[in-house]
């Protein structure tokens, strides 16, 4: 326990036999419950995991029911029910099983996915088991090592001191960030980091792509998290549903590590187009549930205003540029409509992003 209060580590992890042991013999002594979600590996992980946690000690009991004397009050009957709903949520996961002889003892859970589903899946399901039994953080750290677990708390504490909903470490922002990284990775970061502030509604944040994450127990209750991004666009996605439900955010340094052993399985050219049209998605999304049909929003309008009249722009940019080309004169009127249509597209696309920023400045923290 941390703070007096229940900590979980998911640590997704797919043919990770070599790496998987070290990460789980250096975590630390706070976390309460360490969720192995083997993705249908094809090496030996799940035996490597199984060997560790029969030799090691029964660990300390966690409480799983905070559901109080509620059973007969009338007034709590929408908790009942979401908590039926989470039951049935079960169906739209991964297909899995629970290794453990003895899961309620184990300090080490390995949920083994019957079929391969992605980091995403993994991370989901995960996030599911600690749902189930009333975690109060449950952080995220990758099978391969390549996370220090010295900086576990870091990541853990504001969640559980500052009521924070979720926190992420930031790579970037650390001295030896561009030393180490390398430049294909801090470019693809850099693009879909700008694209993340636009889609998700957190203009401050940077290092989208890390997985070194912890979110509260609240959040965890306020997104569907069966619906989390299967592949690697997760952290992306969680963002923007954790936005809509008006989550808080922190970033927190951490160091940027490579080369340790781990084997990258990520192919930055086939990434970066598949997230950024989730991303695309995923701002209209946001932009309809949040400021549409929760809470009614002028940047909707506006938002939408610029991109229609945007589209009406493009026609006459292709036909002056046409006439550019062939030597001809564009006519006073075309010129004059372009203009027009340009510039009201512009200035509603700066006022909607403005009214963004300044909406969501209350959820992100420093």
Not at 99 to 119: F, M
Not at 328 to 345: E, H, Q, R, W, Y
Request: aromatic share 12%.
């Amino acid at each position: 326990m941390l703070f007096d209060k229940t900590v979980a580590v998911v640590v997704p992890a797919y043919n990770e036999e070599k790496q998987i042991r070290q990460v789980l013999e250096t975590m630390p002594d706070f976390v309460d419950r360490i969720i192995v979600v083997n993705d249908c590996s094809g090496d030996n992980t799940a035996a490597v995991v199984l060997d560790y946690i029969s030799k090691q000690k029964p660990a300390q009991t966690i409480i799983k029911n905070k559901d109080g004397n509620t059973s007969g009050n009338k007034y709590n009957r929408v908790e009942h029910l979401l908590k039926e709903k989470q039951q049935t949520d079960m169906g739209y996961f991964i297909p899995s099983e629970i290794a453990n002889a003895n899961p309620d003892s184990d300090r080490i859970i390995l949920i083994n996915h019957l079929e391969n589903g992605g980091v995403g899946a993994a991370i989901a399901r995960g996030y599911k088991w600690c749902l189930d039994n009333f975690i109060d953080c449950t952080a995220v750290m990758a099978g391969d090592g390549q996370m220090d677990p010295a900086e576990l708390e870091s990541i853990c504490a504001p969640v559980l001191t500052e009521d924070i909903d979720y926190v992420k470490g930031n790579r970037l922002i650390h001295g030896g960030a561009r030393l180490i990284i390398p430049k294909t990775r801090f470019f693809g970061n850099s693009v879909l980091s700008i694209l993340t502030k636009i889609a998700s509604g957190y203009w401050h944040v940077s290092d989208t792509q890390t997985g070194y994450t912890a979110i509260s127990l609240s959040a965890l209750s306020a997104i569907s998290i069966h619906d989390i991004y299967r592949n690697y666009g997760v952290p992306n996605d969680i963002m923007v549903k954790l936005n809509i439900a008006f989550c808080t955010l922190k970033e927190v340094k951490i160091k940027p590590v490579y080369n340790i052993g781990e084997q990258s399985k990520m192919k930055v050219h086939k990434v970066i187009p598949r997230i950024s049209w989730l991303l695309l998605k995923s701002f209209f999304k946001r932009l309809w549930i949040k400021y549409l049909f929760r809470d009614f929003h002028p940047l909707f309008l506006l938002y939408h205003f610029a991109f229609c009249v945007g589209i009406f722009t493009i026609p006459y940019a292709v036909k002056i540029i046409s006439i550019m080309i062939s030597g001809g004169t564009v006519s006073p009127a075309t010129m004059l409509a372009f203009f027009f249509l340009f510039t009201s597209s512009f200035q509603s696309l700066l006022f909607a992003m403005w009214m963004d920023i300044q909406d969501n400045e209350r959820l992100y923290k420093s």
